[in-house]
């Protein structure tokens, strides 16, 4: 089998989804850092890859690529305890990993990138605040939930966490204020409590 090689931006929250699930299945891989702040995902090799010129990319065989995060997750969990077999189960990591994409992530994470990352959060202090209205309406969403459940999806840890947690957990990053959110915080550290758990800036063991 070919080494899997892993196009990632070390903080970004989208590439860490796929890094933390590649150690937790104990799947060597090779991870390539791609700097998106330094244009070298819009550079013509890159967009050969990836037309759409976003991390992660993962190369699954020489010149055979996957883009979208959440695709990844699903690739690569197929066959494992991570993705359920049963046909509702299956859905339901679906339909989280949809709201993690459509309703979490454009204002989680963007918001991350904008203060933290890009260290712009004065200049684009109005946008911002349209962005936490929306993503305390996806963090309410998930305290409900989880008010009666441990994890997301059939009560165990699954791919549908995992795309969840990876911008969650650092959403004080964003501006958000996750301490009014008792049950999120109790399923964080239910996911750091995971073998093989790696922080969002950690080099994976597995990575060659």
């Given at each position: 089998?070919?080494?899997?090689?892993?196009y990632?931006?070390?903080?970004?929250?989208n590439?860490?989804?796929i890094?933390?699930?590649?150690?937790?299945?104990?799947?060597?891989?090779?991870?390539?850092?791609?700097?998106?702040?330094?244009?070298?995902?819009?550079?013509?090799?890159f967009?050969?890859?990836?037309?759409?010129?976003?991390?992660?990319?993962?190369?699954?065989?020489?010149?055979?690529?996957?883009?979208?995060?959440n695709?990844?997750?699903?690739?690569?969990?197929?066959?494992?305890e991570?993705?359920?077999?049963d046909?509702?189960?299956?859905a339901?990591?679906?339909?989280?990993?949809?709201?993690?994409q459509?309703?979490?992530?454009?204002?989680?994470a963007?918001?991350?990138?904008?203060?933290?990352?890009l260290?712009?959060?004065?200049?684009y202090k109005?946008?911002?605040e349209q962005?936490?209205?929306?993503?305390?309406?996806?963090?309410?969403?998930?305290?409900?939930?989880?008010?009666?459940?441990?994890f997301?999806?059939g009560?165990?840890?699954t791919?549908?966490?995992?795309?969840?947690?990876a911008?969650?957990?650092?959403a004080?990053?964003?501006?958000?204020?996750?301490?009014?959110?008792?049950?999120?915080q109790?399923?964080?550290?239910?996911?750091?409590?995971?073998?093989?758990?790696?922080?969002?800036t950690?080099?994976?063991?597995?990575?060659?």
């Amino acid at each position: 089998m070919e080494t899997l090689r892993l196009y990632d931006f070390l903080p970004s929250g989208n590439g860490y989804k796929i890094r933390l699930l590649l150690s937790q299945i104990g799947m060597p891989f090779e991870r390539v850092e791609v700097n998106i702040l330094k244009g070298e995902s819009r550079t013509p090799e890159f967009l050969s890859k990836n037309p759409a010129g976003k991390i992660p990319l993962l190369e699954i065989e020489p010149g055979k690529y996957l883009a979208e995060s959440n695709a990844i997750l699903i690739y690569l969990s197929e066959g494992t305890e991570f993705l359920p077999y049963d046909r509702l189960l299956r859905a339901q990591v679906l339909q989280w990993l949809f709201f993690e994409q459509n309703s979490h992530e454009p204002f989680i994470a963007t918001s991350r990138f904008l203060i933290s990352i890009l260290g712009k959060g004065d200049q684009y202090k109005e946008a911002i605040e349209q962005k936490h209205k929306s993503g305390y309406a996806a963090l309410s969403l998930m305290e409900s939930y989880l008010q009666t459940h441990n994890f997301f999806v059939g009560e165990r840890y699954t791919i549908a966490d995992i795309a969840l947690f990876a911008y969650t957990h650092v959403a004080d990053e964003g501006g958000f204020d996750l301490t009014q959110f008792p049950a999120i915080q109790a399923w964080i550290e239910r996911v750091k409590a995971q073998p093989e758990y790696i922080s969002i800036t950690e080099e994976s063991k597995y990575c060659i």
